[in-house]
């Protein structure tokens, strides 16, 4: 791909030739019967609920799991097991982005294991070309307690100071070999009453790293109504203390629980008021970042195809090269790939967001994934109805 590539016209996102290439016949059948299975609301929350009981009681479900959905959306149980994973979308031009799948841990020893494996991941990148990018979740390095009562009070002492200092230091540990190999790190969003310390933690590492490349991404959840702003107030920051700005933009992952506690806590919600208003946000944050793309590195995260339709159109307009290294996109691994691999097909920076680990370890994740997407209406239809066309169309 040339520097000087004219980035294409509006893109057809239905070409499922494109999209579903690289499937197999039984991998589609396997893939309709899976999303069959997580349109159903009612089978996924009693799934749920069975699939943690059975983890925490230790039951043997590891192989049914790790044969159904995990298979689906996971890379593997180690990094080694993930590398097929890796293969399989490099040969499509499609980056991975690997994400342990570890959160809410509470030992001293988990938090120094989690910080270890993901070190590992970005030496694991170092010596794969096809591996852009780390995630991270700051509970897989601290206690949510201590990250919660952080935002609420602003500075510690004595041995709480200290517990803070190790968490910052865990992450500094990852941040700088993430930048000795130029490997980035997402760090990704969570729960609003934790945000505001995730944030403090992002920026110090951005102010750091980010002098001459962008190699840490904060995450900005556009389903809340003040992220926007935010989002110009880490600019407006970054250019103050002269950094580069890593802005992954989404929509969100934890509406339901927001809501919820904000009603029970008797605050105002941090959540739009309806989808159009995020929608609305989520498209600006697009805008504000391609205004500025020579300052700020954005991966635009979403598997909202008209987003994606408006940011091509967007760079197609300002003749902003498909493959500027400031530019990208990502969607899930598993799902979306209409979206992924018409945008690779383009010559645009795609990569996939592929979770691994042990499968009791990604349990959750897998949970919080079929939630989420059972919650938004028509995601698992437009699935089942891609999939489905390329069945027919494959006369299985």
């Known amino acids: 791909m040339t520097k000087d590539k004219i980035p294409p016209a509006p893109l057809d996102f239905s070409n499922t030739e494109i999209a579903f290439s690289g499937k197999s016949d039984a991998e589609?059948?396997?893939?309709?019967?899976l999303f069959r299975m997580m349109n159903n609301a009612t089978l996924v929350n009693v799934g749920s609920r069975l699939g943690m009981l059975a983890v925490r009681m230790r039951l043997p479900v590891d192989g049914l799991i790790k044969n159904t959905i995990y298979k689906q959306f996971c890379g593997g149980?180690?990094?080694?097991?993930?590398?097929?994973?890796?293969?399989?979308?490099?040969?499509?031009?499609?980056?991975t982005v690997l994400d342990y799948g570890a959160e809410a841990k509470e030992s001293l020893e988990d938090f120094n294991k989690t910080m270890r494996e993901f070190i590992r991941a970005i030496e694991f990148a170092n010596q794969n070309k096809d591996v852009a990018i780390i995630s991270l979740k700051l509970t897989g390095l601290g206690r949510f307690s201590m990250l919660e009562k952080f935002q609420q009070v602003g500075k510690f002492e004595g041995k709480e100071q200290e517990e803070f200092d190790q968490l910052l230091k865990r992450l500094d540990s990852v941040c700088h070999v993430a930048h000795k190999y130029s490997v980035g790190v997402f760090i990704d969003a969570e729960e609003s009453w934790i945000q505001d310390t995730i944030d403090y933690a992002a920026n110090l590492m951005m102010r750091r790293y980010n002098k001459e490349k962008v190699i840490i991404y904060n995450t900005f959840q556009l389903y809340r109504h003040d992220r926007l702003q935010f989002l110009?107030?880490?600019?407006?920051?970054?250019?103050?203390?002269?950094?580069?700005?890593?802005?992954?933009?989404?929509?969100?992952?934890?509406?339901?629980?927001?809501?919820?506690?904000a009603e029970e806590m008797g605050y105002p919600s941090p959540i739009q008021p309806d989808k159009a208003a995020s929608d609305r946000d989520y498209n600006l944050a697009i805008d504000f970042c391609l205004e500025h793309y020579q300052r700020i590195g954005s991966c635009t995260a979403t598997h909202n195809a008209d987003s994606c339709l408006h940011q091509t159109k967007l760079m197609r307009q300002k003749n902003i090269p498909v493959d500027h290294p400031h530019l990208s996109f990502c969607q899930l691994y598993g799902m979306s790939d209409h979206i992924s691999f018409n945008l690779r097909n383009a010559g645009y920076n795609v990569s996939k967001y592929v979770p691994y680990g042990p499968v009791k370890d990604v349990v959750p994740y897998l949970i919080r994934r079929?939630?989420?997407?059972?919650?938004?209406?028509g995601d698992m239809s437009r699935e089942l109805s891609f999939i489905q066309k390329v069945i027919t169309r494959r006369k299985l």
């Open 28 to 33: 589609l059948r396997q893939m309709s019967w």
């Open 77 to 95: 149980t180690t990094l080694l097991a993930s590398l097929p994973t890796v293969d399989e979308l490099a040969a499509f031009g499609v980056q």
């Open 232 to 261: 110009k107030d880490s600019y407006k920051k970054a250019q103050e203390e002269n950094y580069l700005l890593g802005a992954k933009i989404v929509r969100g992952a934890y509406m339901d629980k927001e809501r919820d506690r």
């Open 370 to 377: 079929a939630k989420e997407n059972t919650a938004v209406i």
